[in-house]
């Protein structure tokens, strides 16, 4: 018999385990699966101190791509969309997963260069690309206003067809449930407050409001919350937290059979398949952890968009969201060991980490149970020393 079950099974922490890892978001989560997965480490409790994948896993608009400029960028990121194309069958879960195709729009000579640079250097790397003229994105995507006579005109745009979306909740659940069947316990409502220090000043365990949980290592996926939770113990991270804003339209026929995204206009755009049109805007530029952002940031982003897409003059909103999105100097993510024994790290993916959620697991995975991981070692804290950060700024493709 199958003794699989279709949801994860909500579990009372133990005392002790091997890894404990701090946040039940998407990373969080797919680190248990492939630790247990890959590694056969299944000795392995996520603290949540929501409910599972209440933070930035809920609240993203859930594009996934992997065209991002630099060699290390790539090979995570594909990576990890590769995961994508065969996790509903890993997972057997239908995860609404959708390769529908991702433009990211252009707008001057400045765009217009850094992104066909963009489309060259991903070629390069094996990653899908194309340049498309503004004709043929008004063929791609018919509803785009190509008019020369706007503020921001479509000068062209890169696109990749196996970009796409997929279903947030779902992809949480899914991987929750697949890590609860090979073992692994998912402790929600339980706040981490502190850490269990030994010899030398060793991790050993984290402090939460349901008790002590003592663990060989300490794994933290807190987005957002990553430096709230290093101060702990002493560690000043490069990060800043910004709220960063996100709303649904009232449901309408299918219009919009693809994503659509402008870093200059601040707005990307993708049509759930309930029929909400599903937008996100830059961040907030103050820090932040409300969970809310200013209304003018919206404002902002609904003017721009109408120019874009004139036929949304008539869309009502439904509802606007923020989530806390953790963003390092270079817009890229820290993977990697602390200098303090028994702590590891995988914070700072910033407005982009949903895509991000197998490979970072993937590869956060093979480093805590290997200590060595090929996609992860450039994203080391070392970075910041050393200089050899990897600026992602531009394929971000969010306003930062
Ligand atoms: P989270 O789901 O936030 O998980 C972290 C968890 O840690 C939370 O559940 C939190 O409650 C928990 N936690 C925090 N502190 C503690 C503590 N002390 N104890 C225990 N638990 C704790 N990315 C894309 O690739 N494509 C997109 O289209 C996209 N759109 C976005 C739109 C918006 C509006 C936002 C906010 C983000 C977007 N992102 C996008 C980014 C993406 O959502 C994040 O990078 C990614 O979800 C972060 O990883 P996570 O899922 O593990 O985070
Ligand atoms: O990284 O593709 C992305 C993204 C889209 C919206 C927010 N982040």
Not at 73 to 83: D, V
Not at 221 to 239: C, D, F, I, K, Q
Not at 280 to 302: K, L, P, T, W
Not at 360 to 379: D, K, M, N, V
Request: glycine share 10%; with cysteine.
């Amino acid at each position: 018999m199958d003794e699989r079950t279709r949801y994860w099974r909500p579990a009372e922490p133990k005392p002790s385990y091997d890894v404990v890892i701090v946040g039940g978001g998407g990373h969080g989560l797919s680190t248990a699966y492939y630790l247990a997965k890959n590694h056969g480490i299944t000795d392995v409790c996520v603290v949540e101190k929501g409910w599972l994948a209440g933070g930035n896993m809920a609240r993203n608009t859930t594009i996934i791509r992997s065209n991002y400029l630099w060699d290390e960028s790539a090979a995570i990121y594909e990576h990890s969309l590769k995961l994508w194309e065969g996790l509903e069958d890993e997972l057997g879960a239908d995860l609404q997963f959708s390769q529908r195709g991702v433009m990211n729009l252009a707008h001057d000579l400045g765009d217009v260069r850094s992104s066909v640079r963009r489309v060259e250097a991903n070629r390069l790397n094996g990653v899908d690309a194309e340049w498309l003229t503004s004709e043929d994105v008004q063929a791609f995507c018919p509803i785009v206003n190509i008019s020369p006579d706007v503020r921001y005109p479509v000068l062209g745009a890169t696109l990749q067809r196996r970009g796409g979306v997929a279903r947030h909740d779902k992809v949480a659940w899914a991987y929750a449930t697949a890590a609860s069947n090979l073992g692994v316990d998912i402790v929600e409502h339980s706040e981490v407050t502190a850490f269990v220090r030994g010899a030398g000043g060793r991790v050993e365990g984290v402090e939460t409001t349901q008790g002590t949980i003592r663990a060989n290592t300490t794994a933290l996926v807190a987005a957002g919350h990553t430096s709230v939770l290093a101060a702990m113990v002493g560690l000043r991270l490069p990060l800043q937290s910004h709220p960063l804003q996100a709303l649904v339209s009232a449901l309408y026929e299918p219009i919009l059979d693809c994503v659509v995204m402008s870093n200059a206009v601040h707005v990307y755009v993708s049509q759930a398949d309930k029929g909400e049109l599903v937008m996100g805007a830059g961040i907030d530029a103050y820090n932040g952890y409300a969970q809310r952002g200013s209304f003018h940031v919206i404002e902002h982003q609904m003017a721009a968009a109408l120019e874009l897409f004139p036929v949304f003059e008539h869309a009502s909103l439904l509802r606007t969201w923020a989530g806390i999105v953790d963003v390092c100097p270079d817009a890229s993510p820290i993977v990697g060991p602390t200098p303090i024994d028994g702590l590891y790290l995988n914070c700072g993916w910033g407005t982009g980490g949903f895509k991000a959620t197998p490979g970072s697991g993937w590869a956060f995975a093979e480093l805590i149970a290997t200590g060595a991981s090929e996609l992860a070692r450039p994203y080391e804290l070392e970075r910041f020393t050393t200089g050899a950060l990897i600026d992602e700024h531009g394929a971000a493709a969010v306003a930062h």
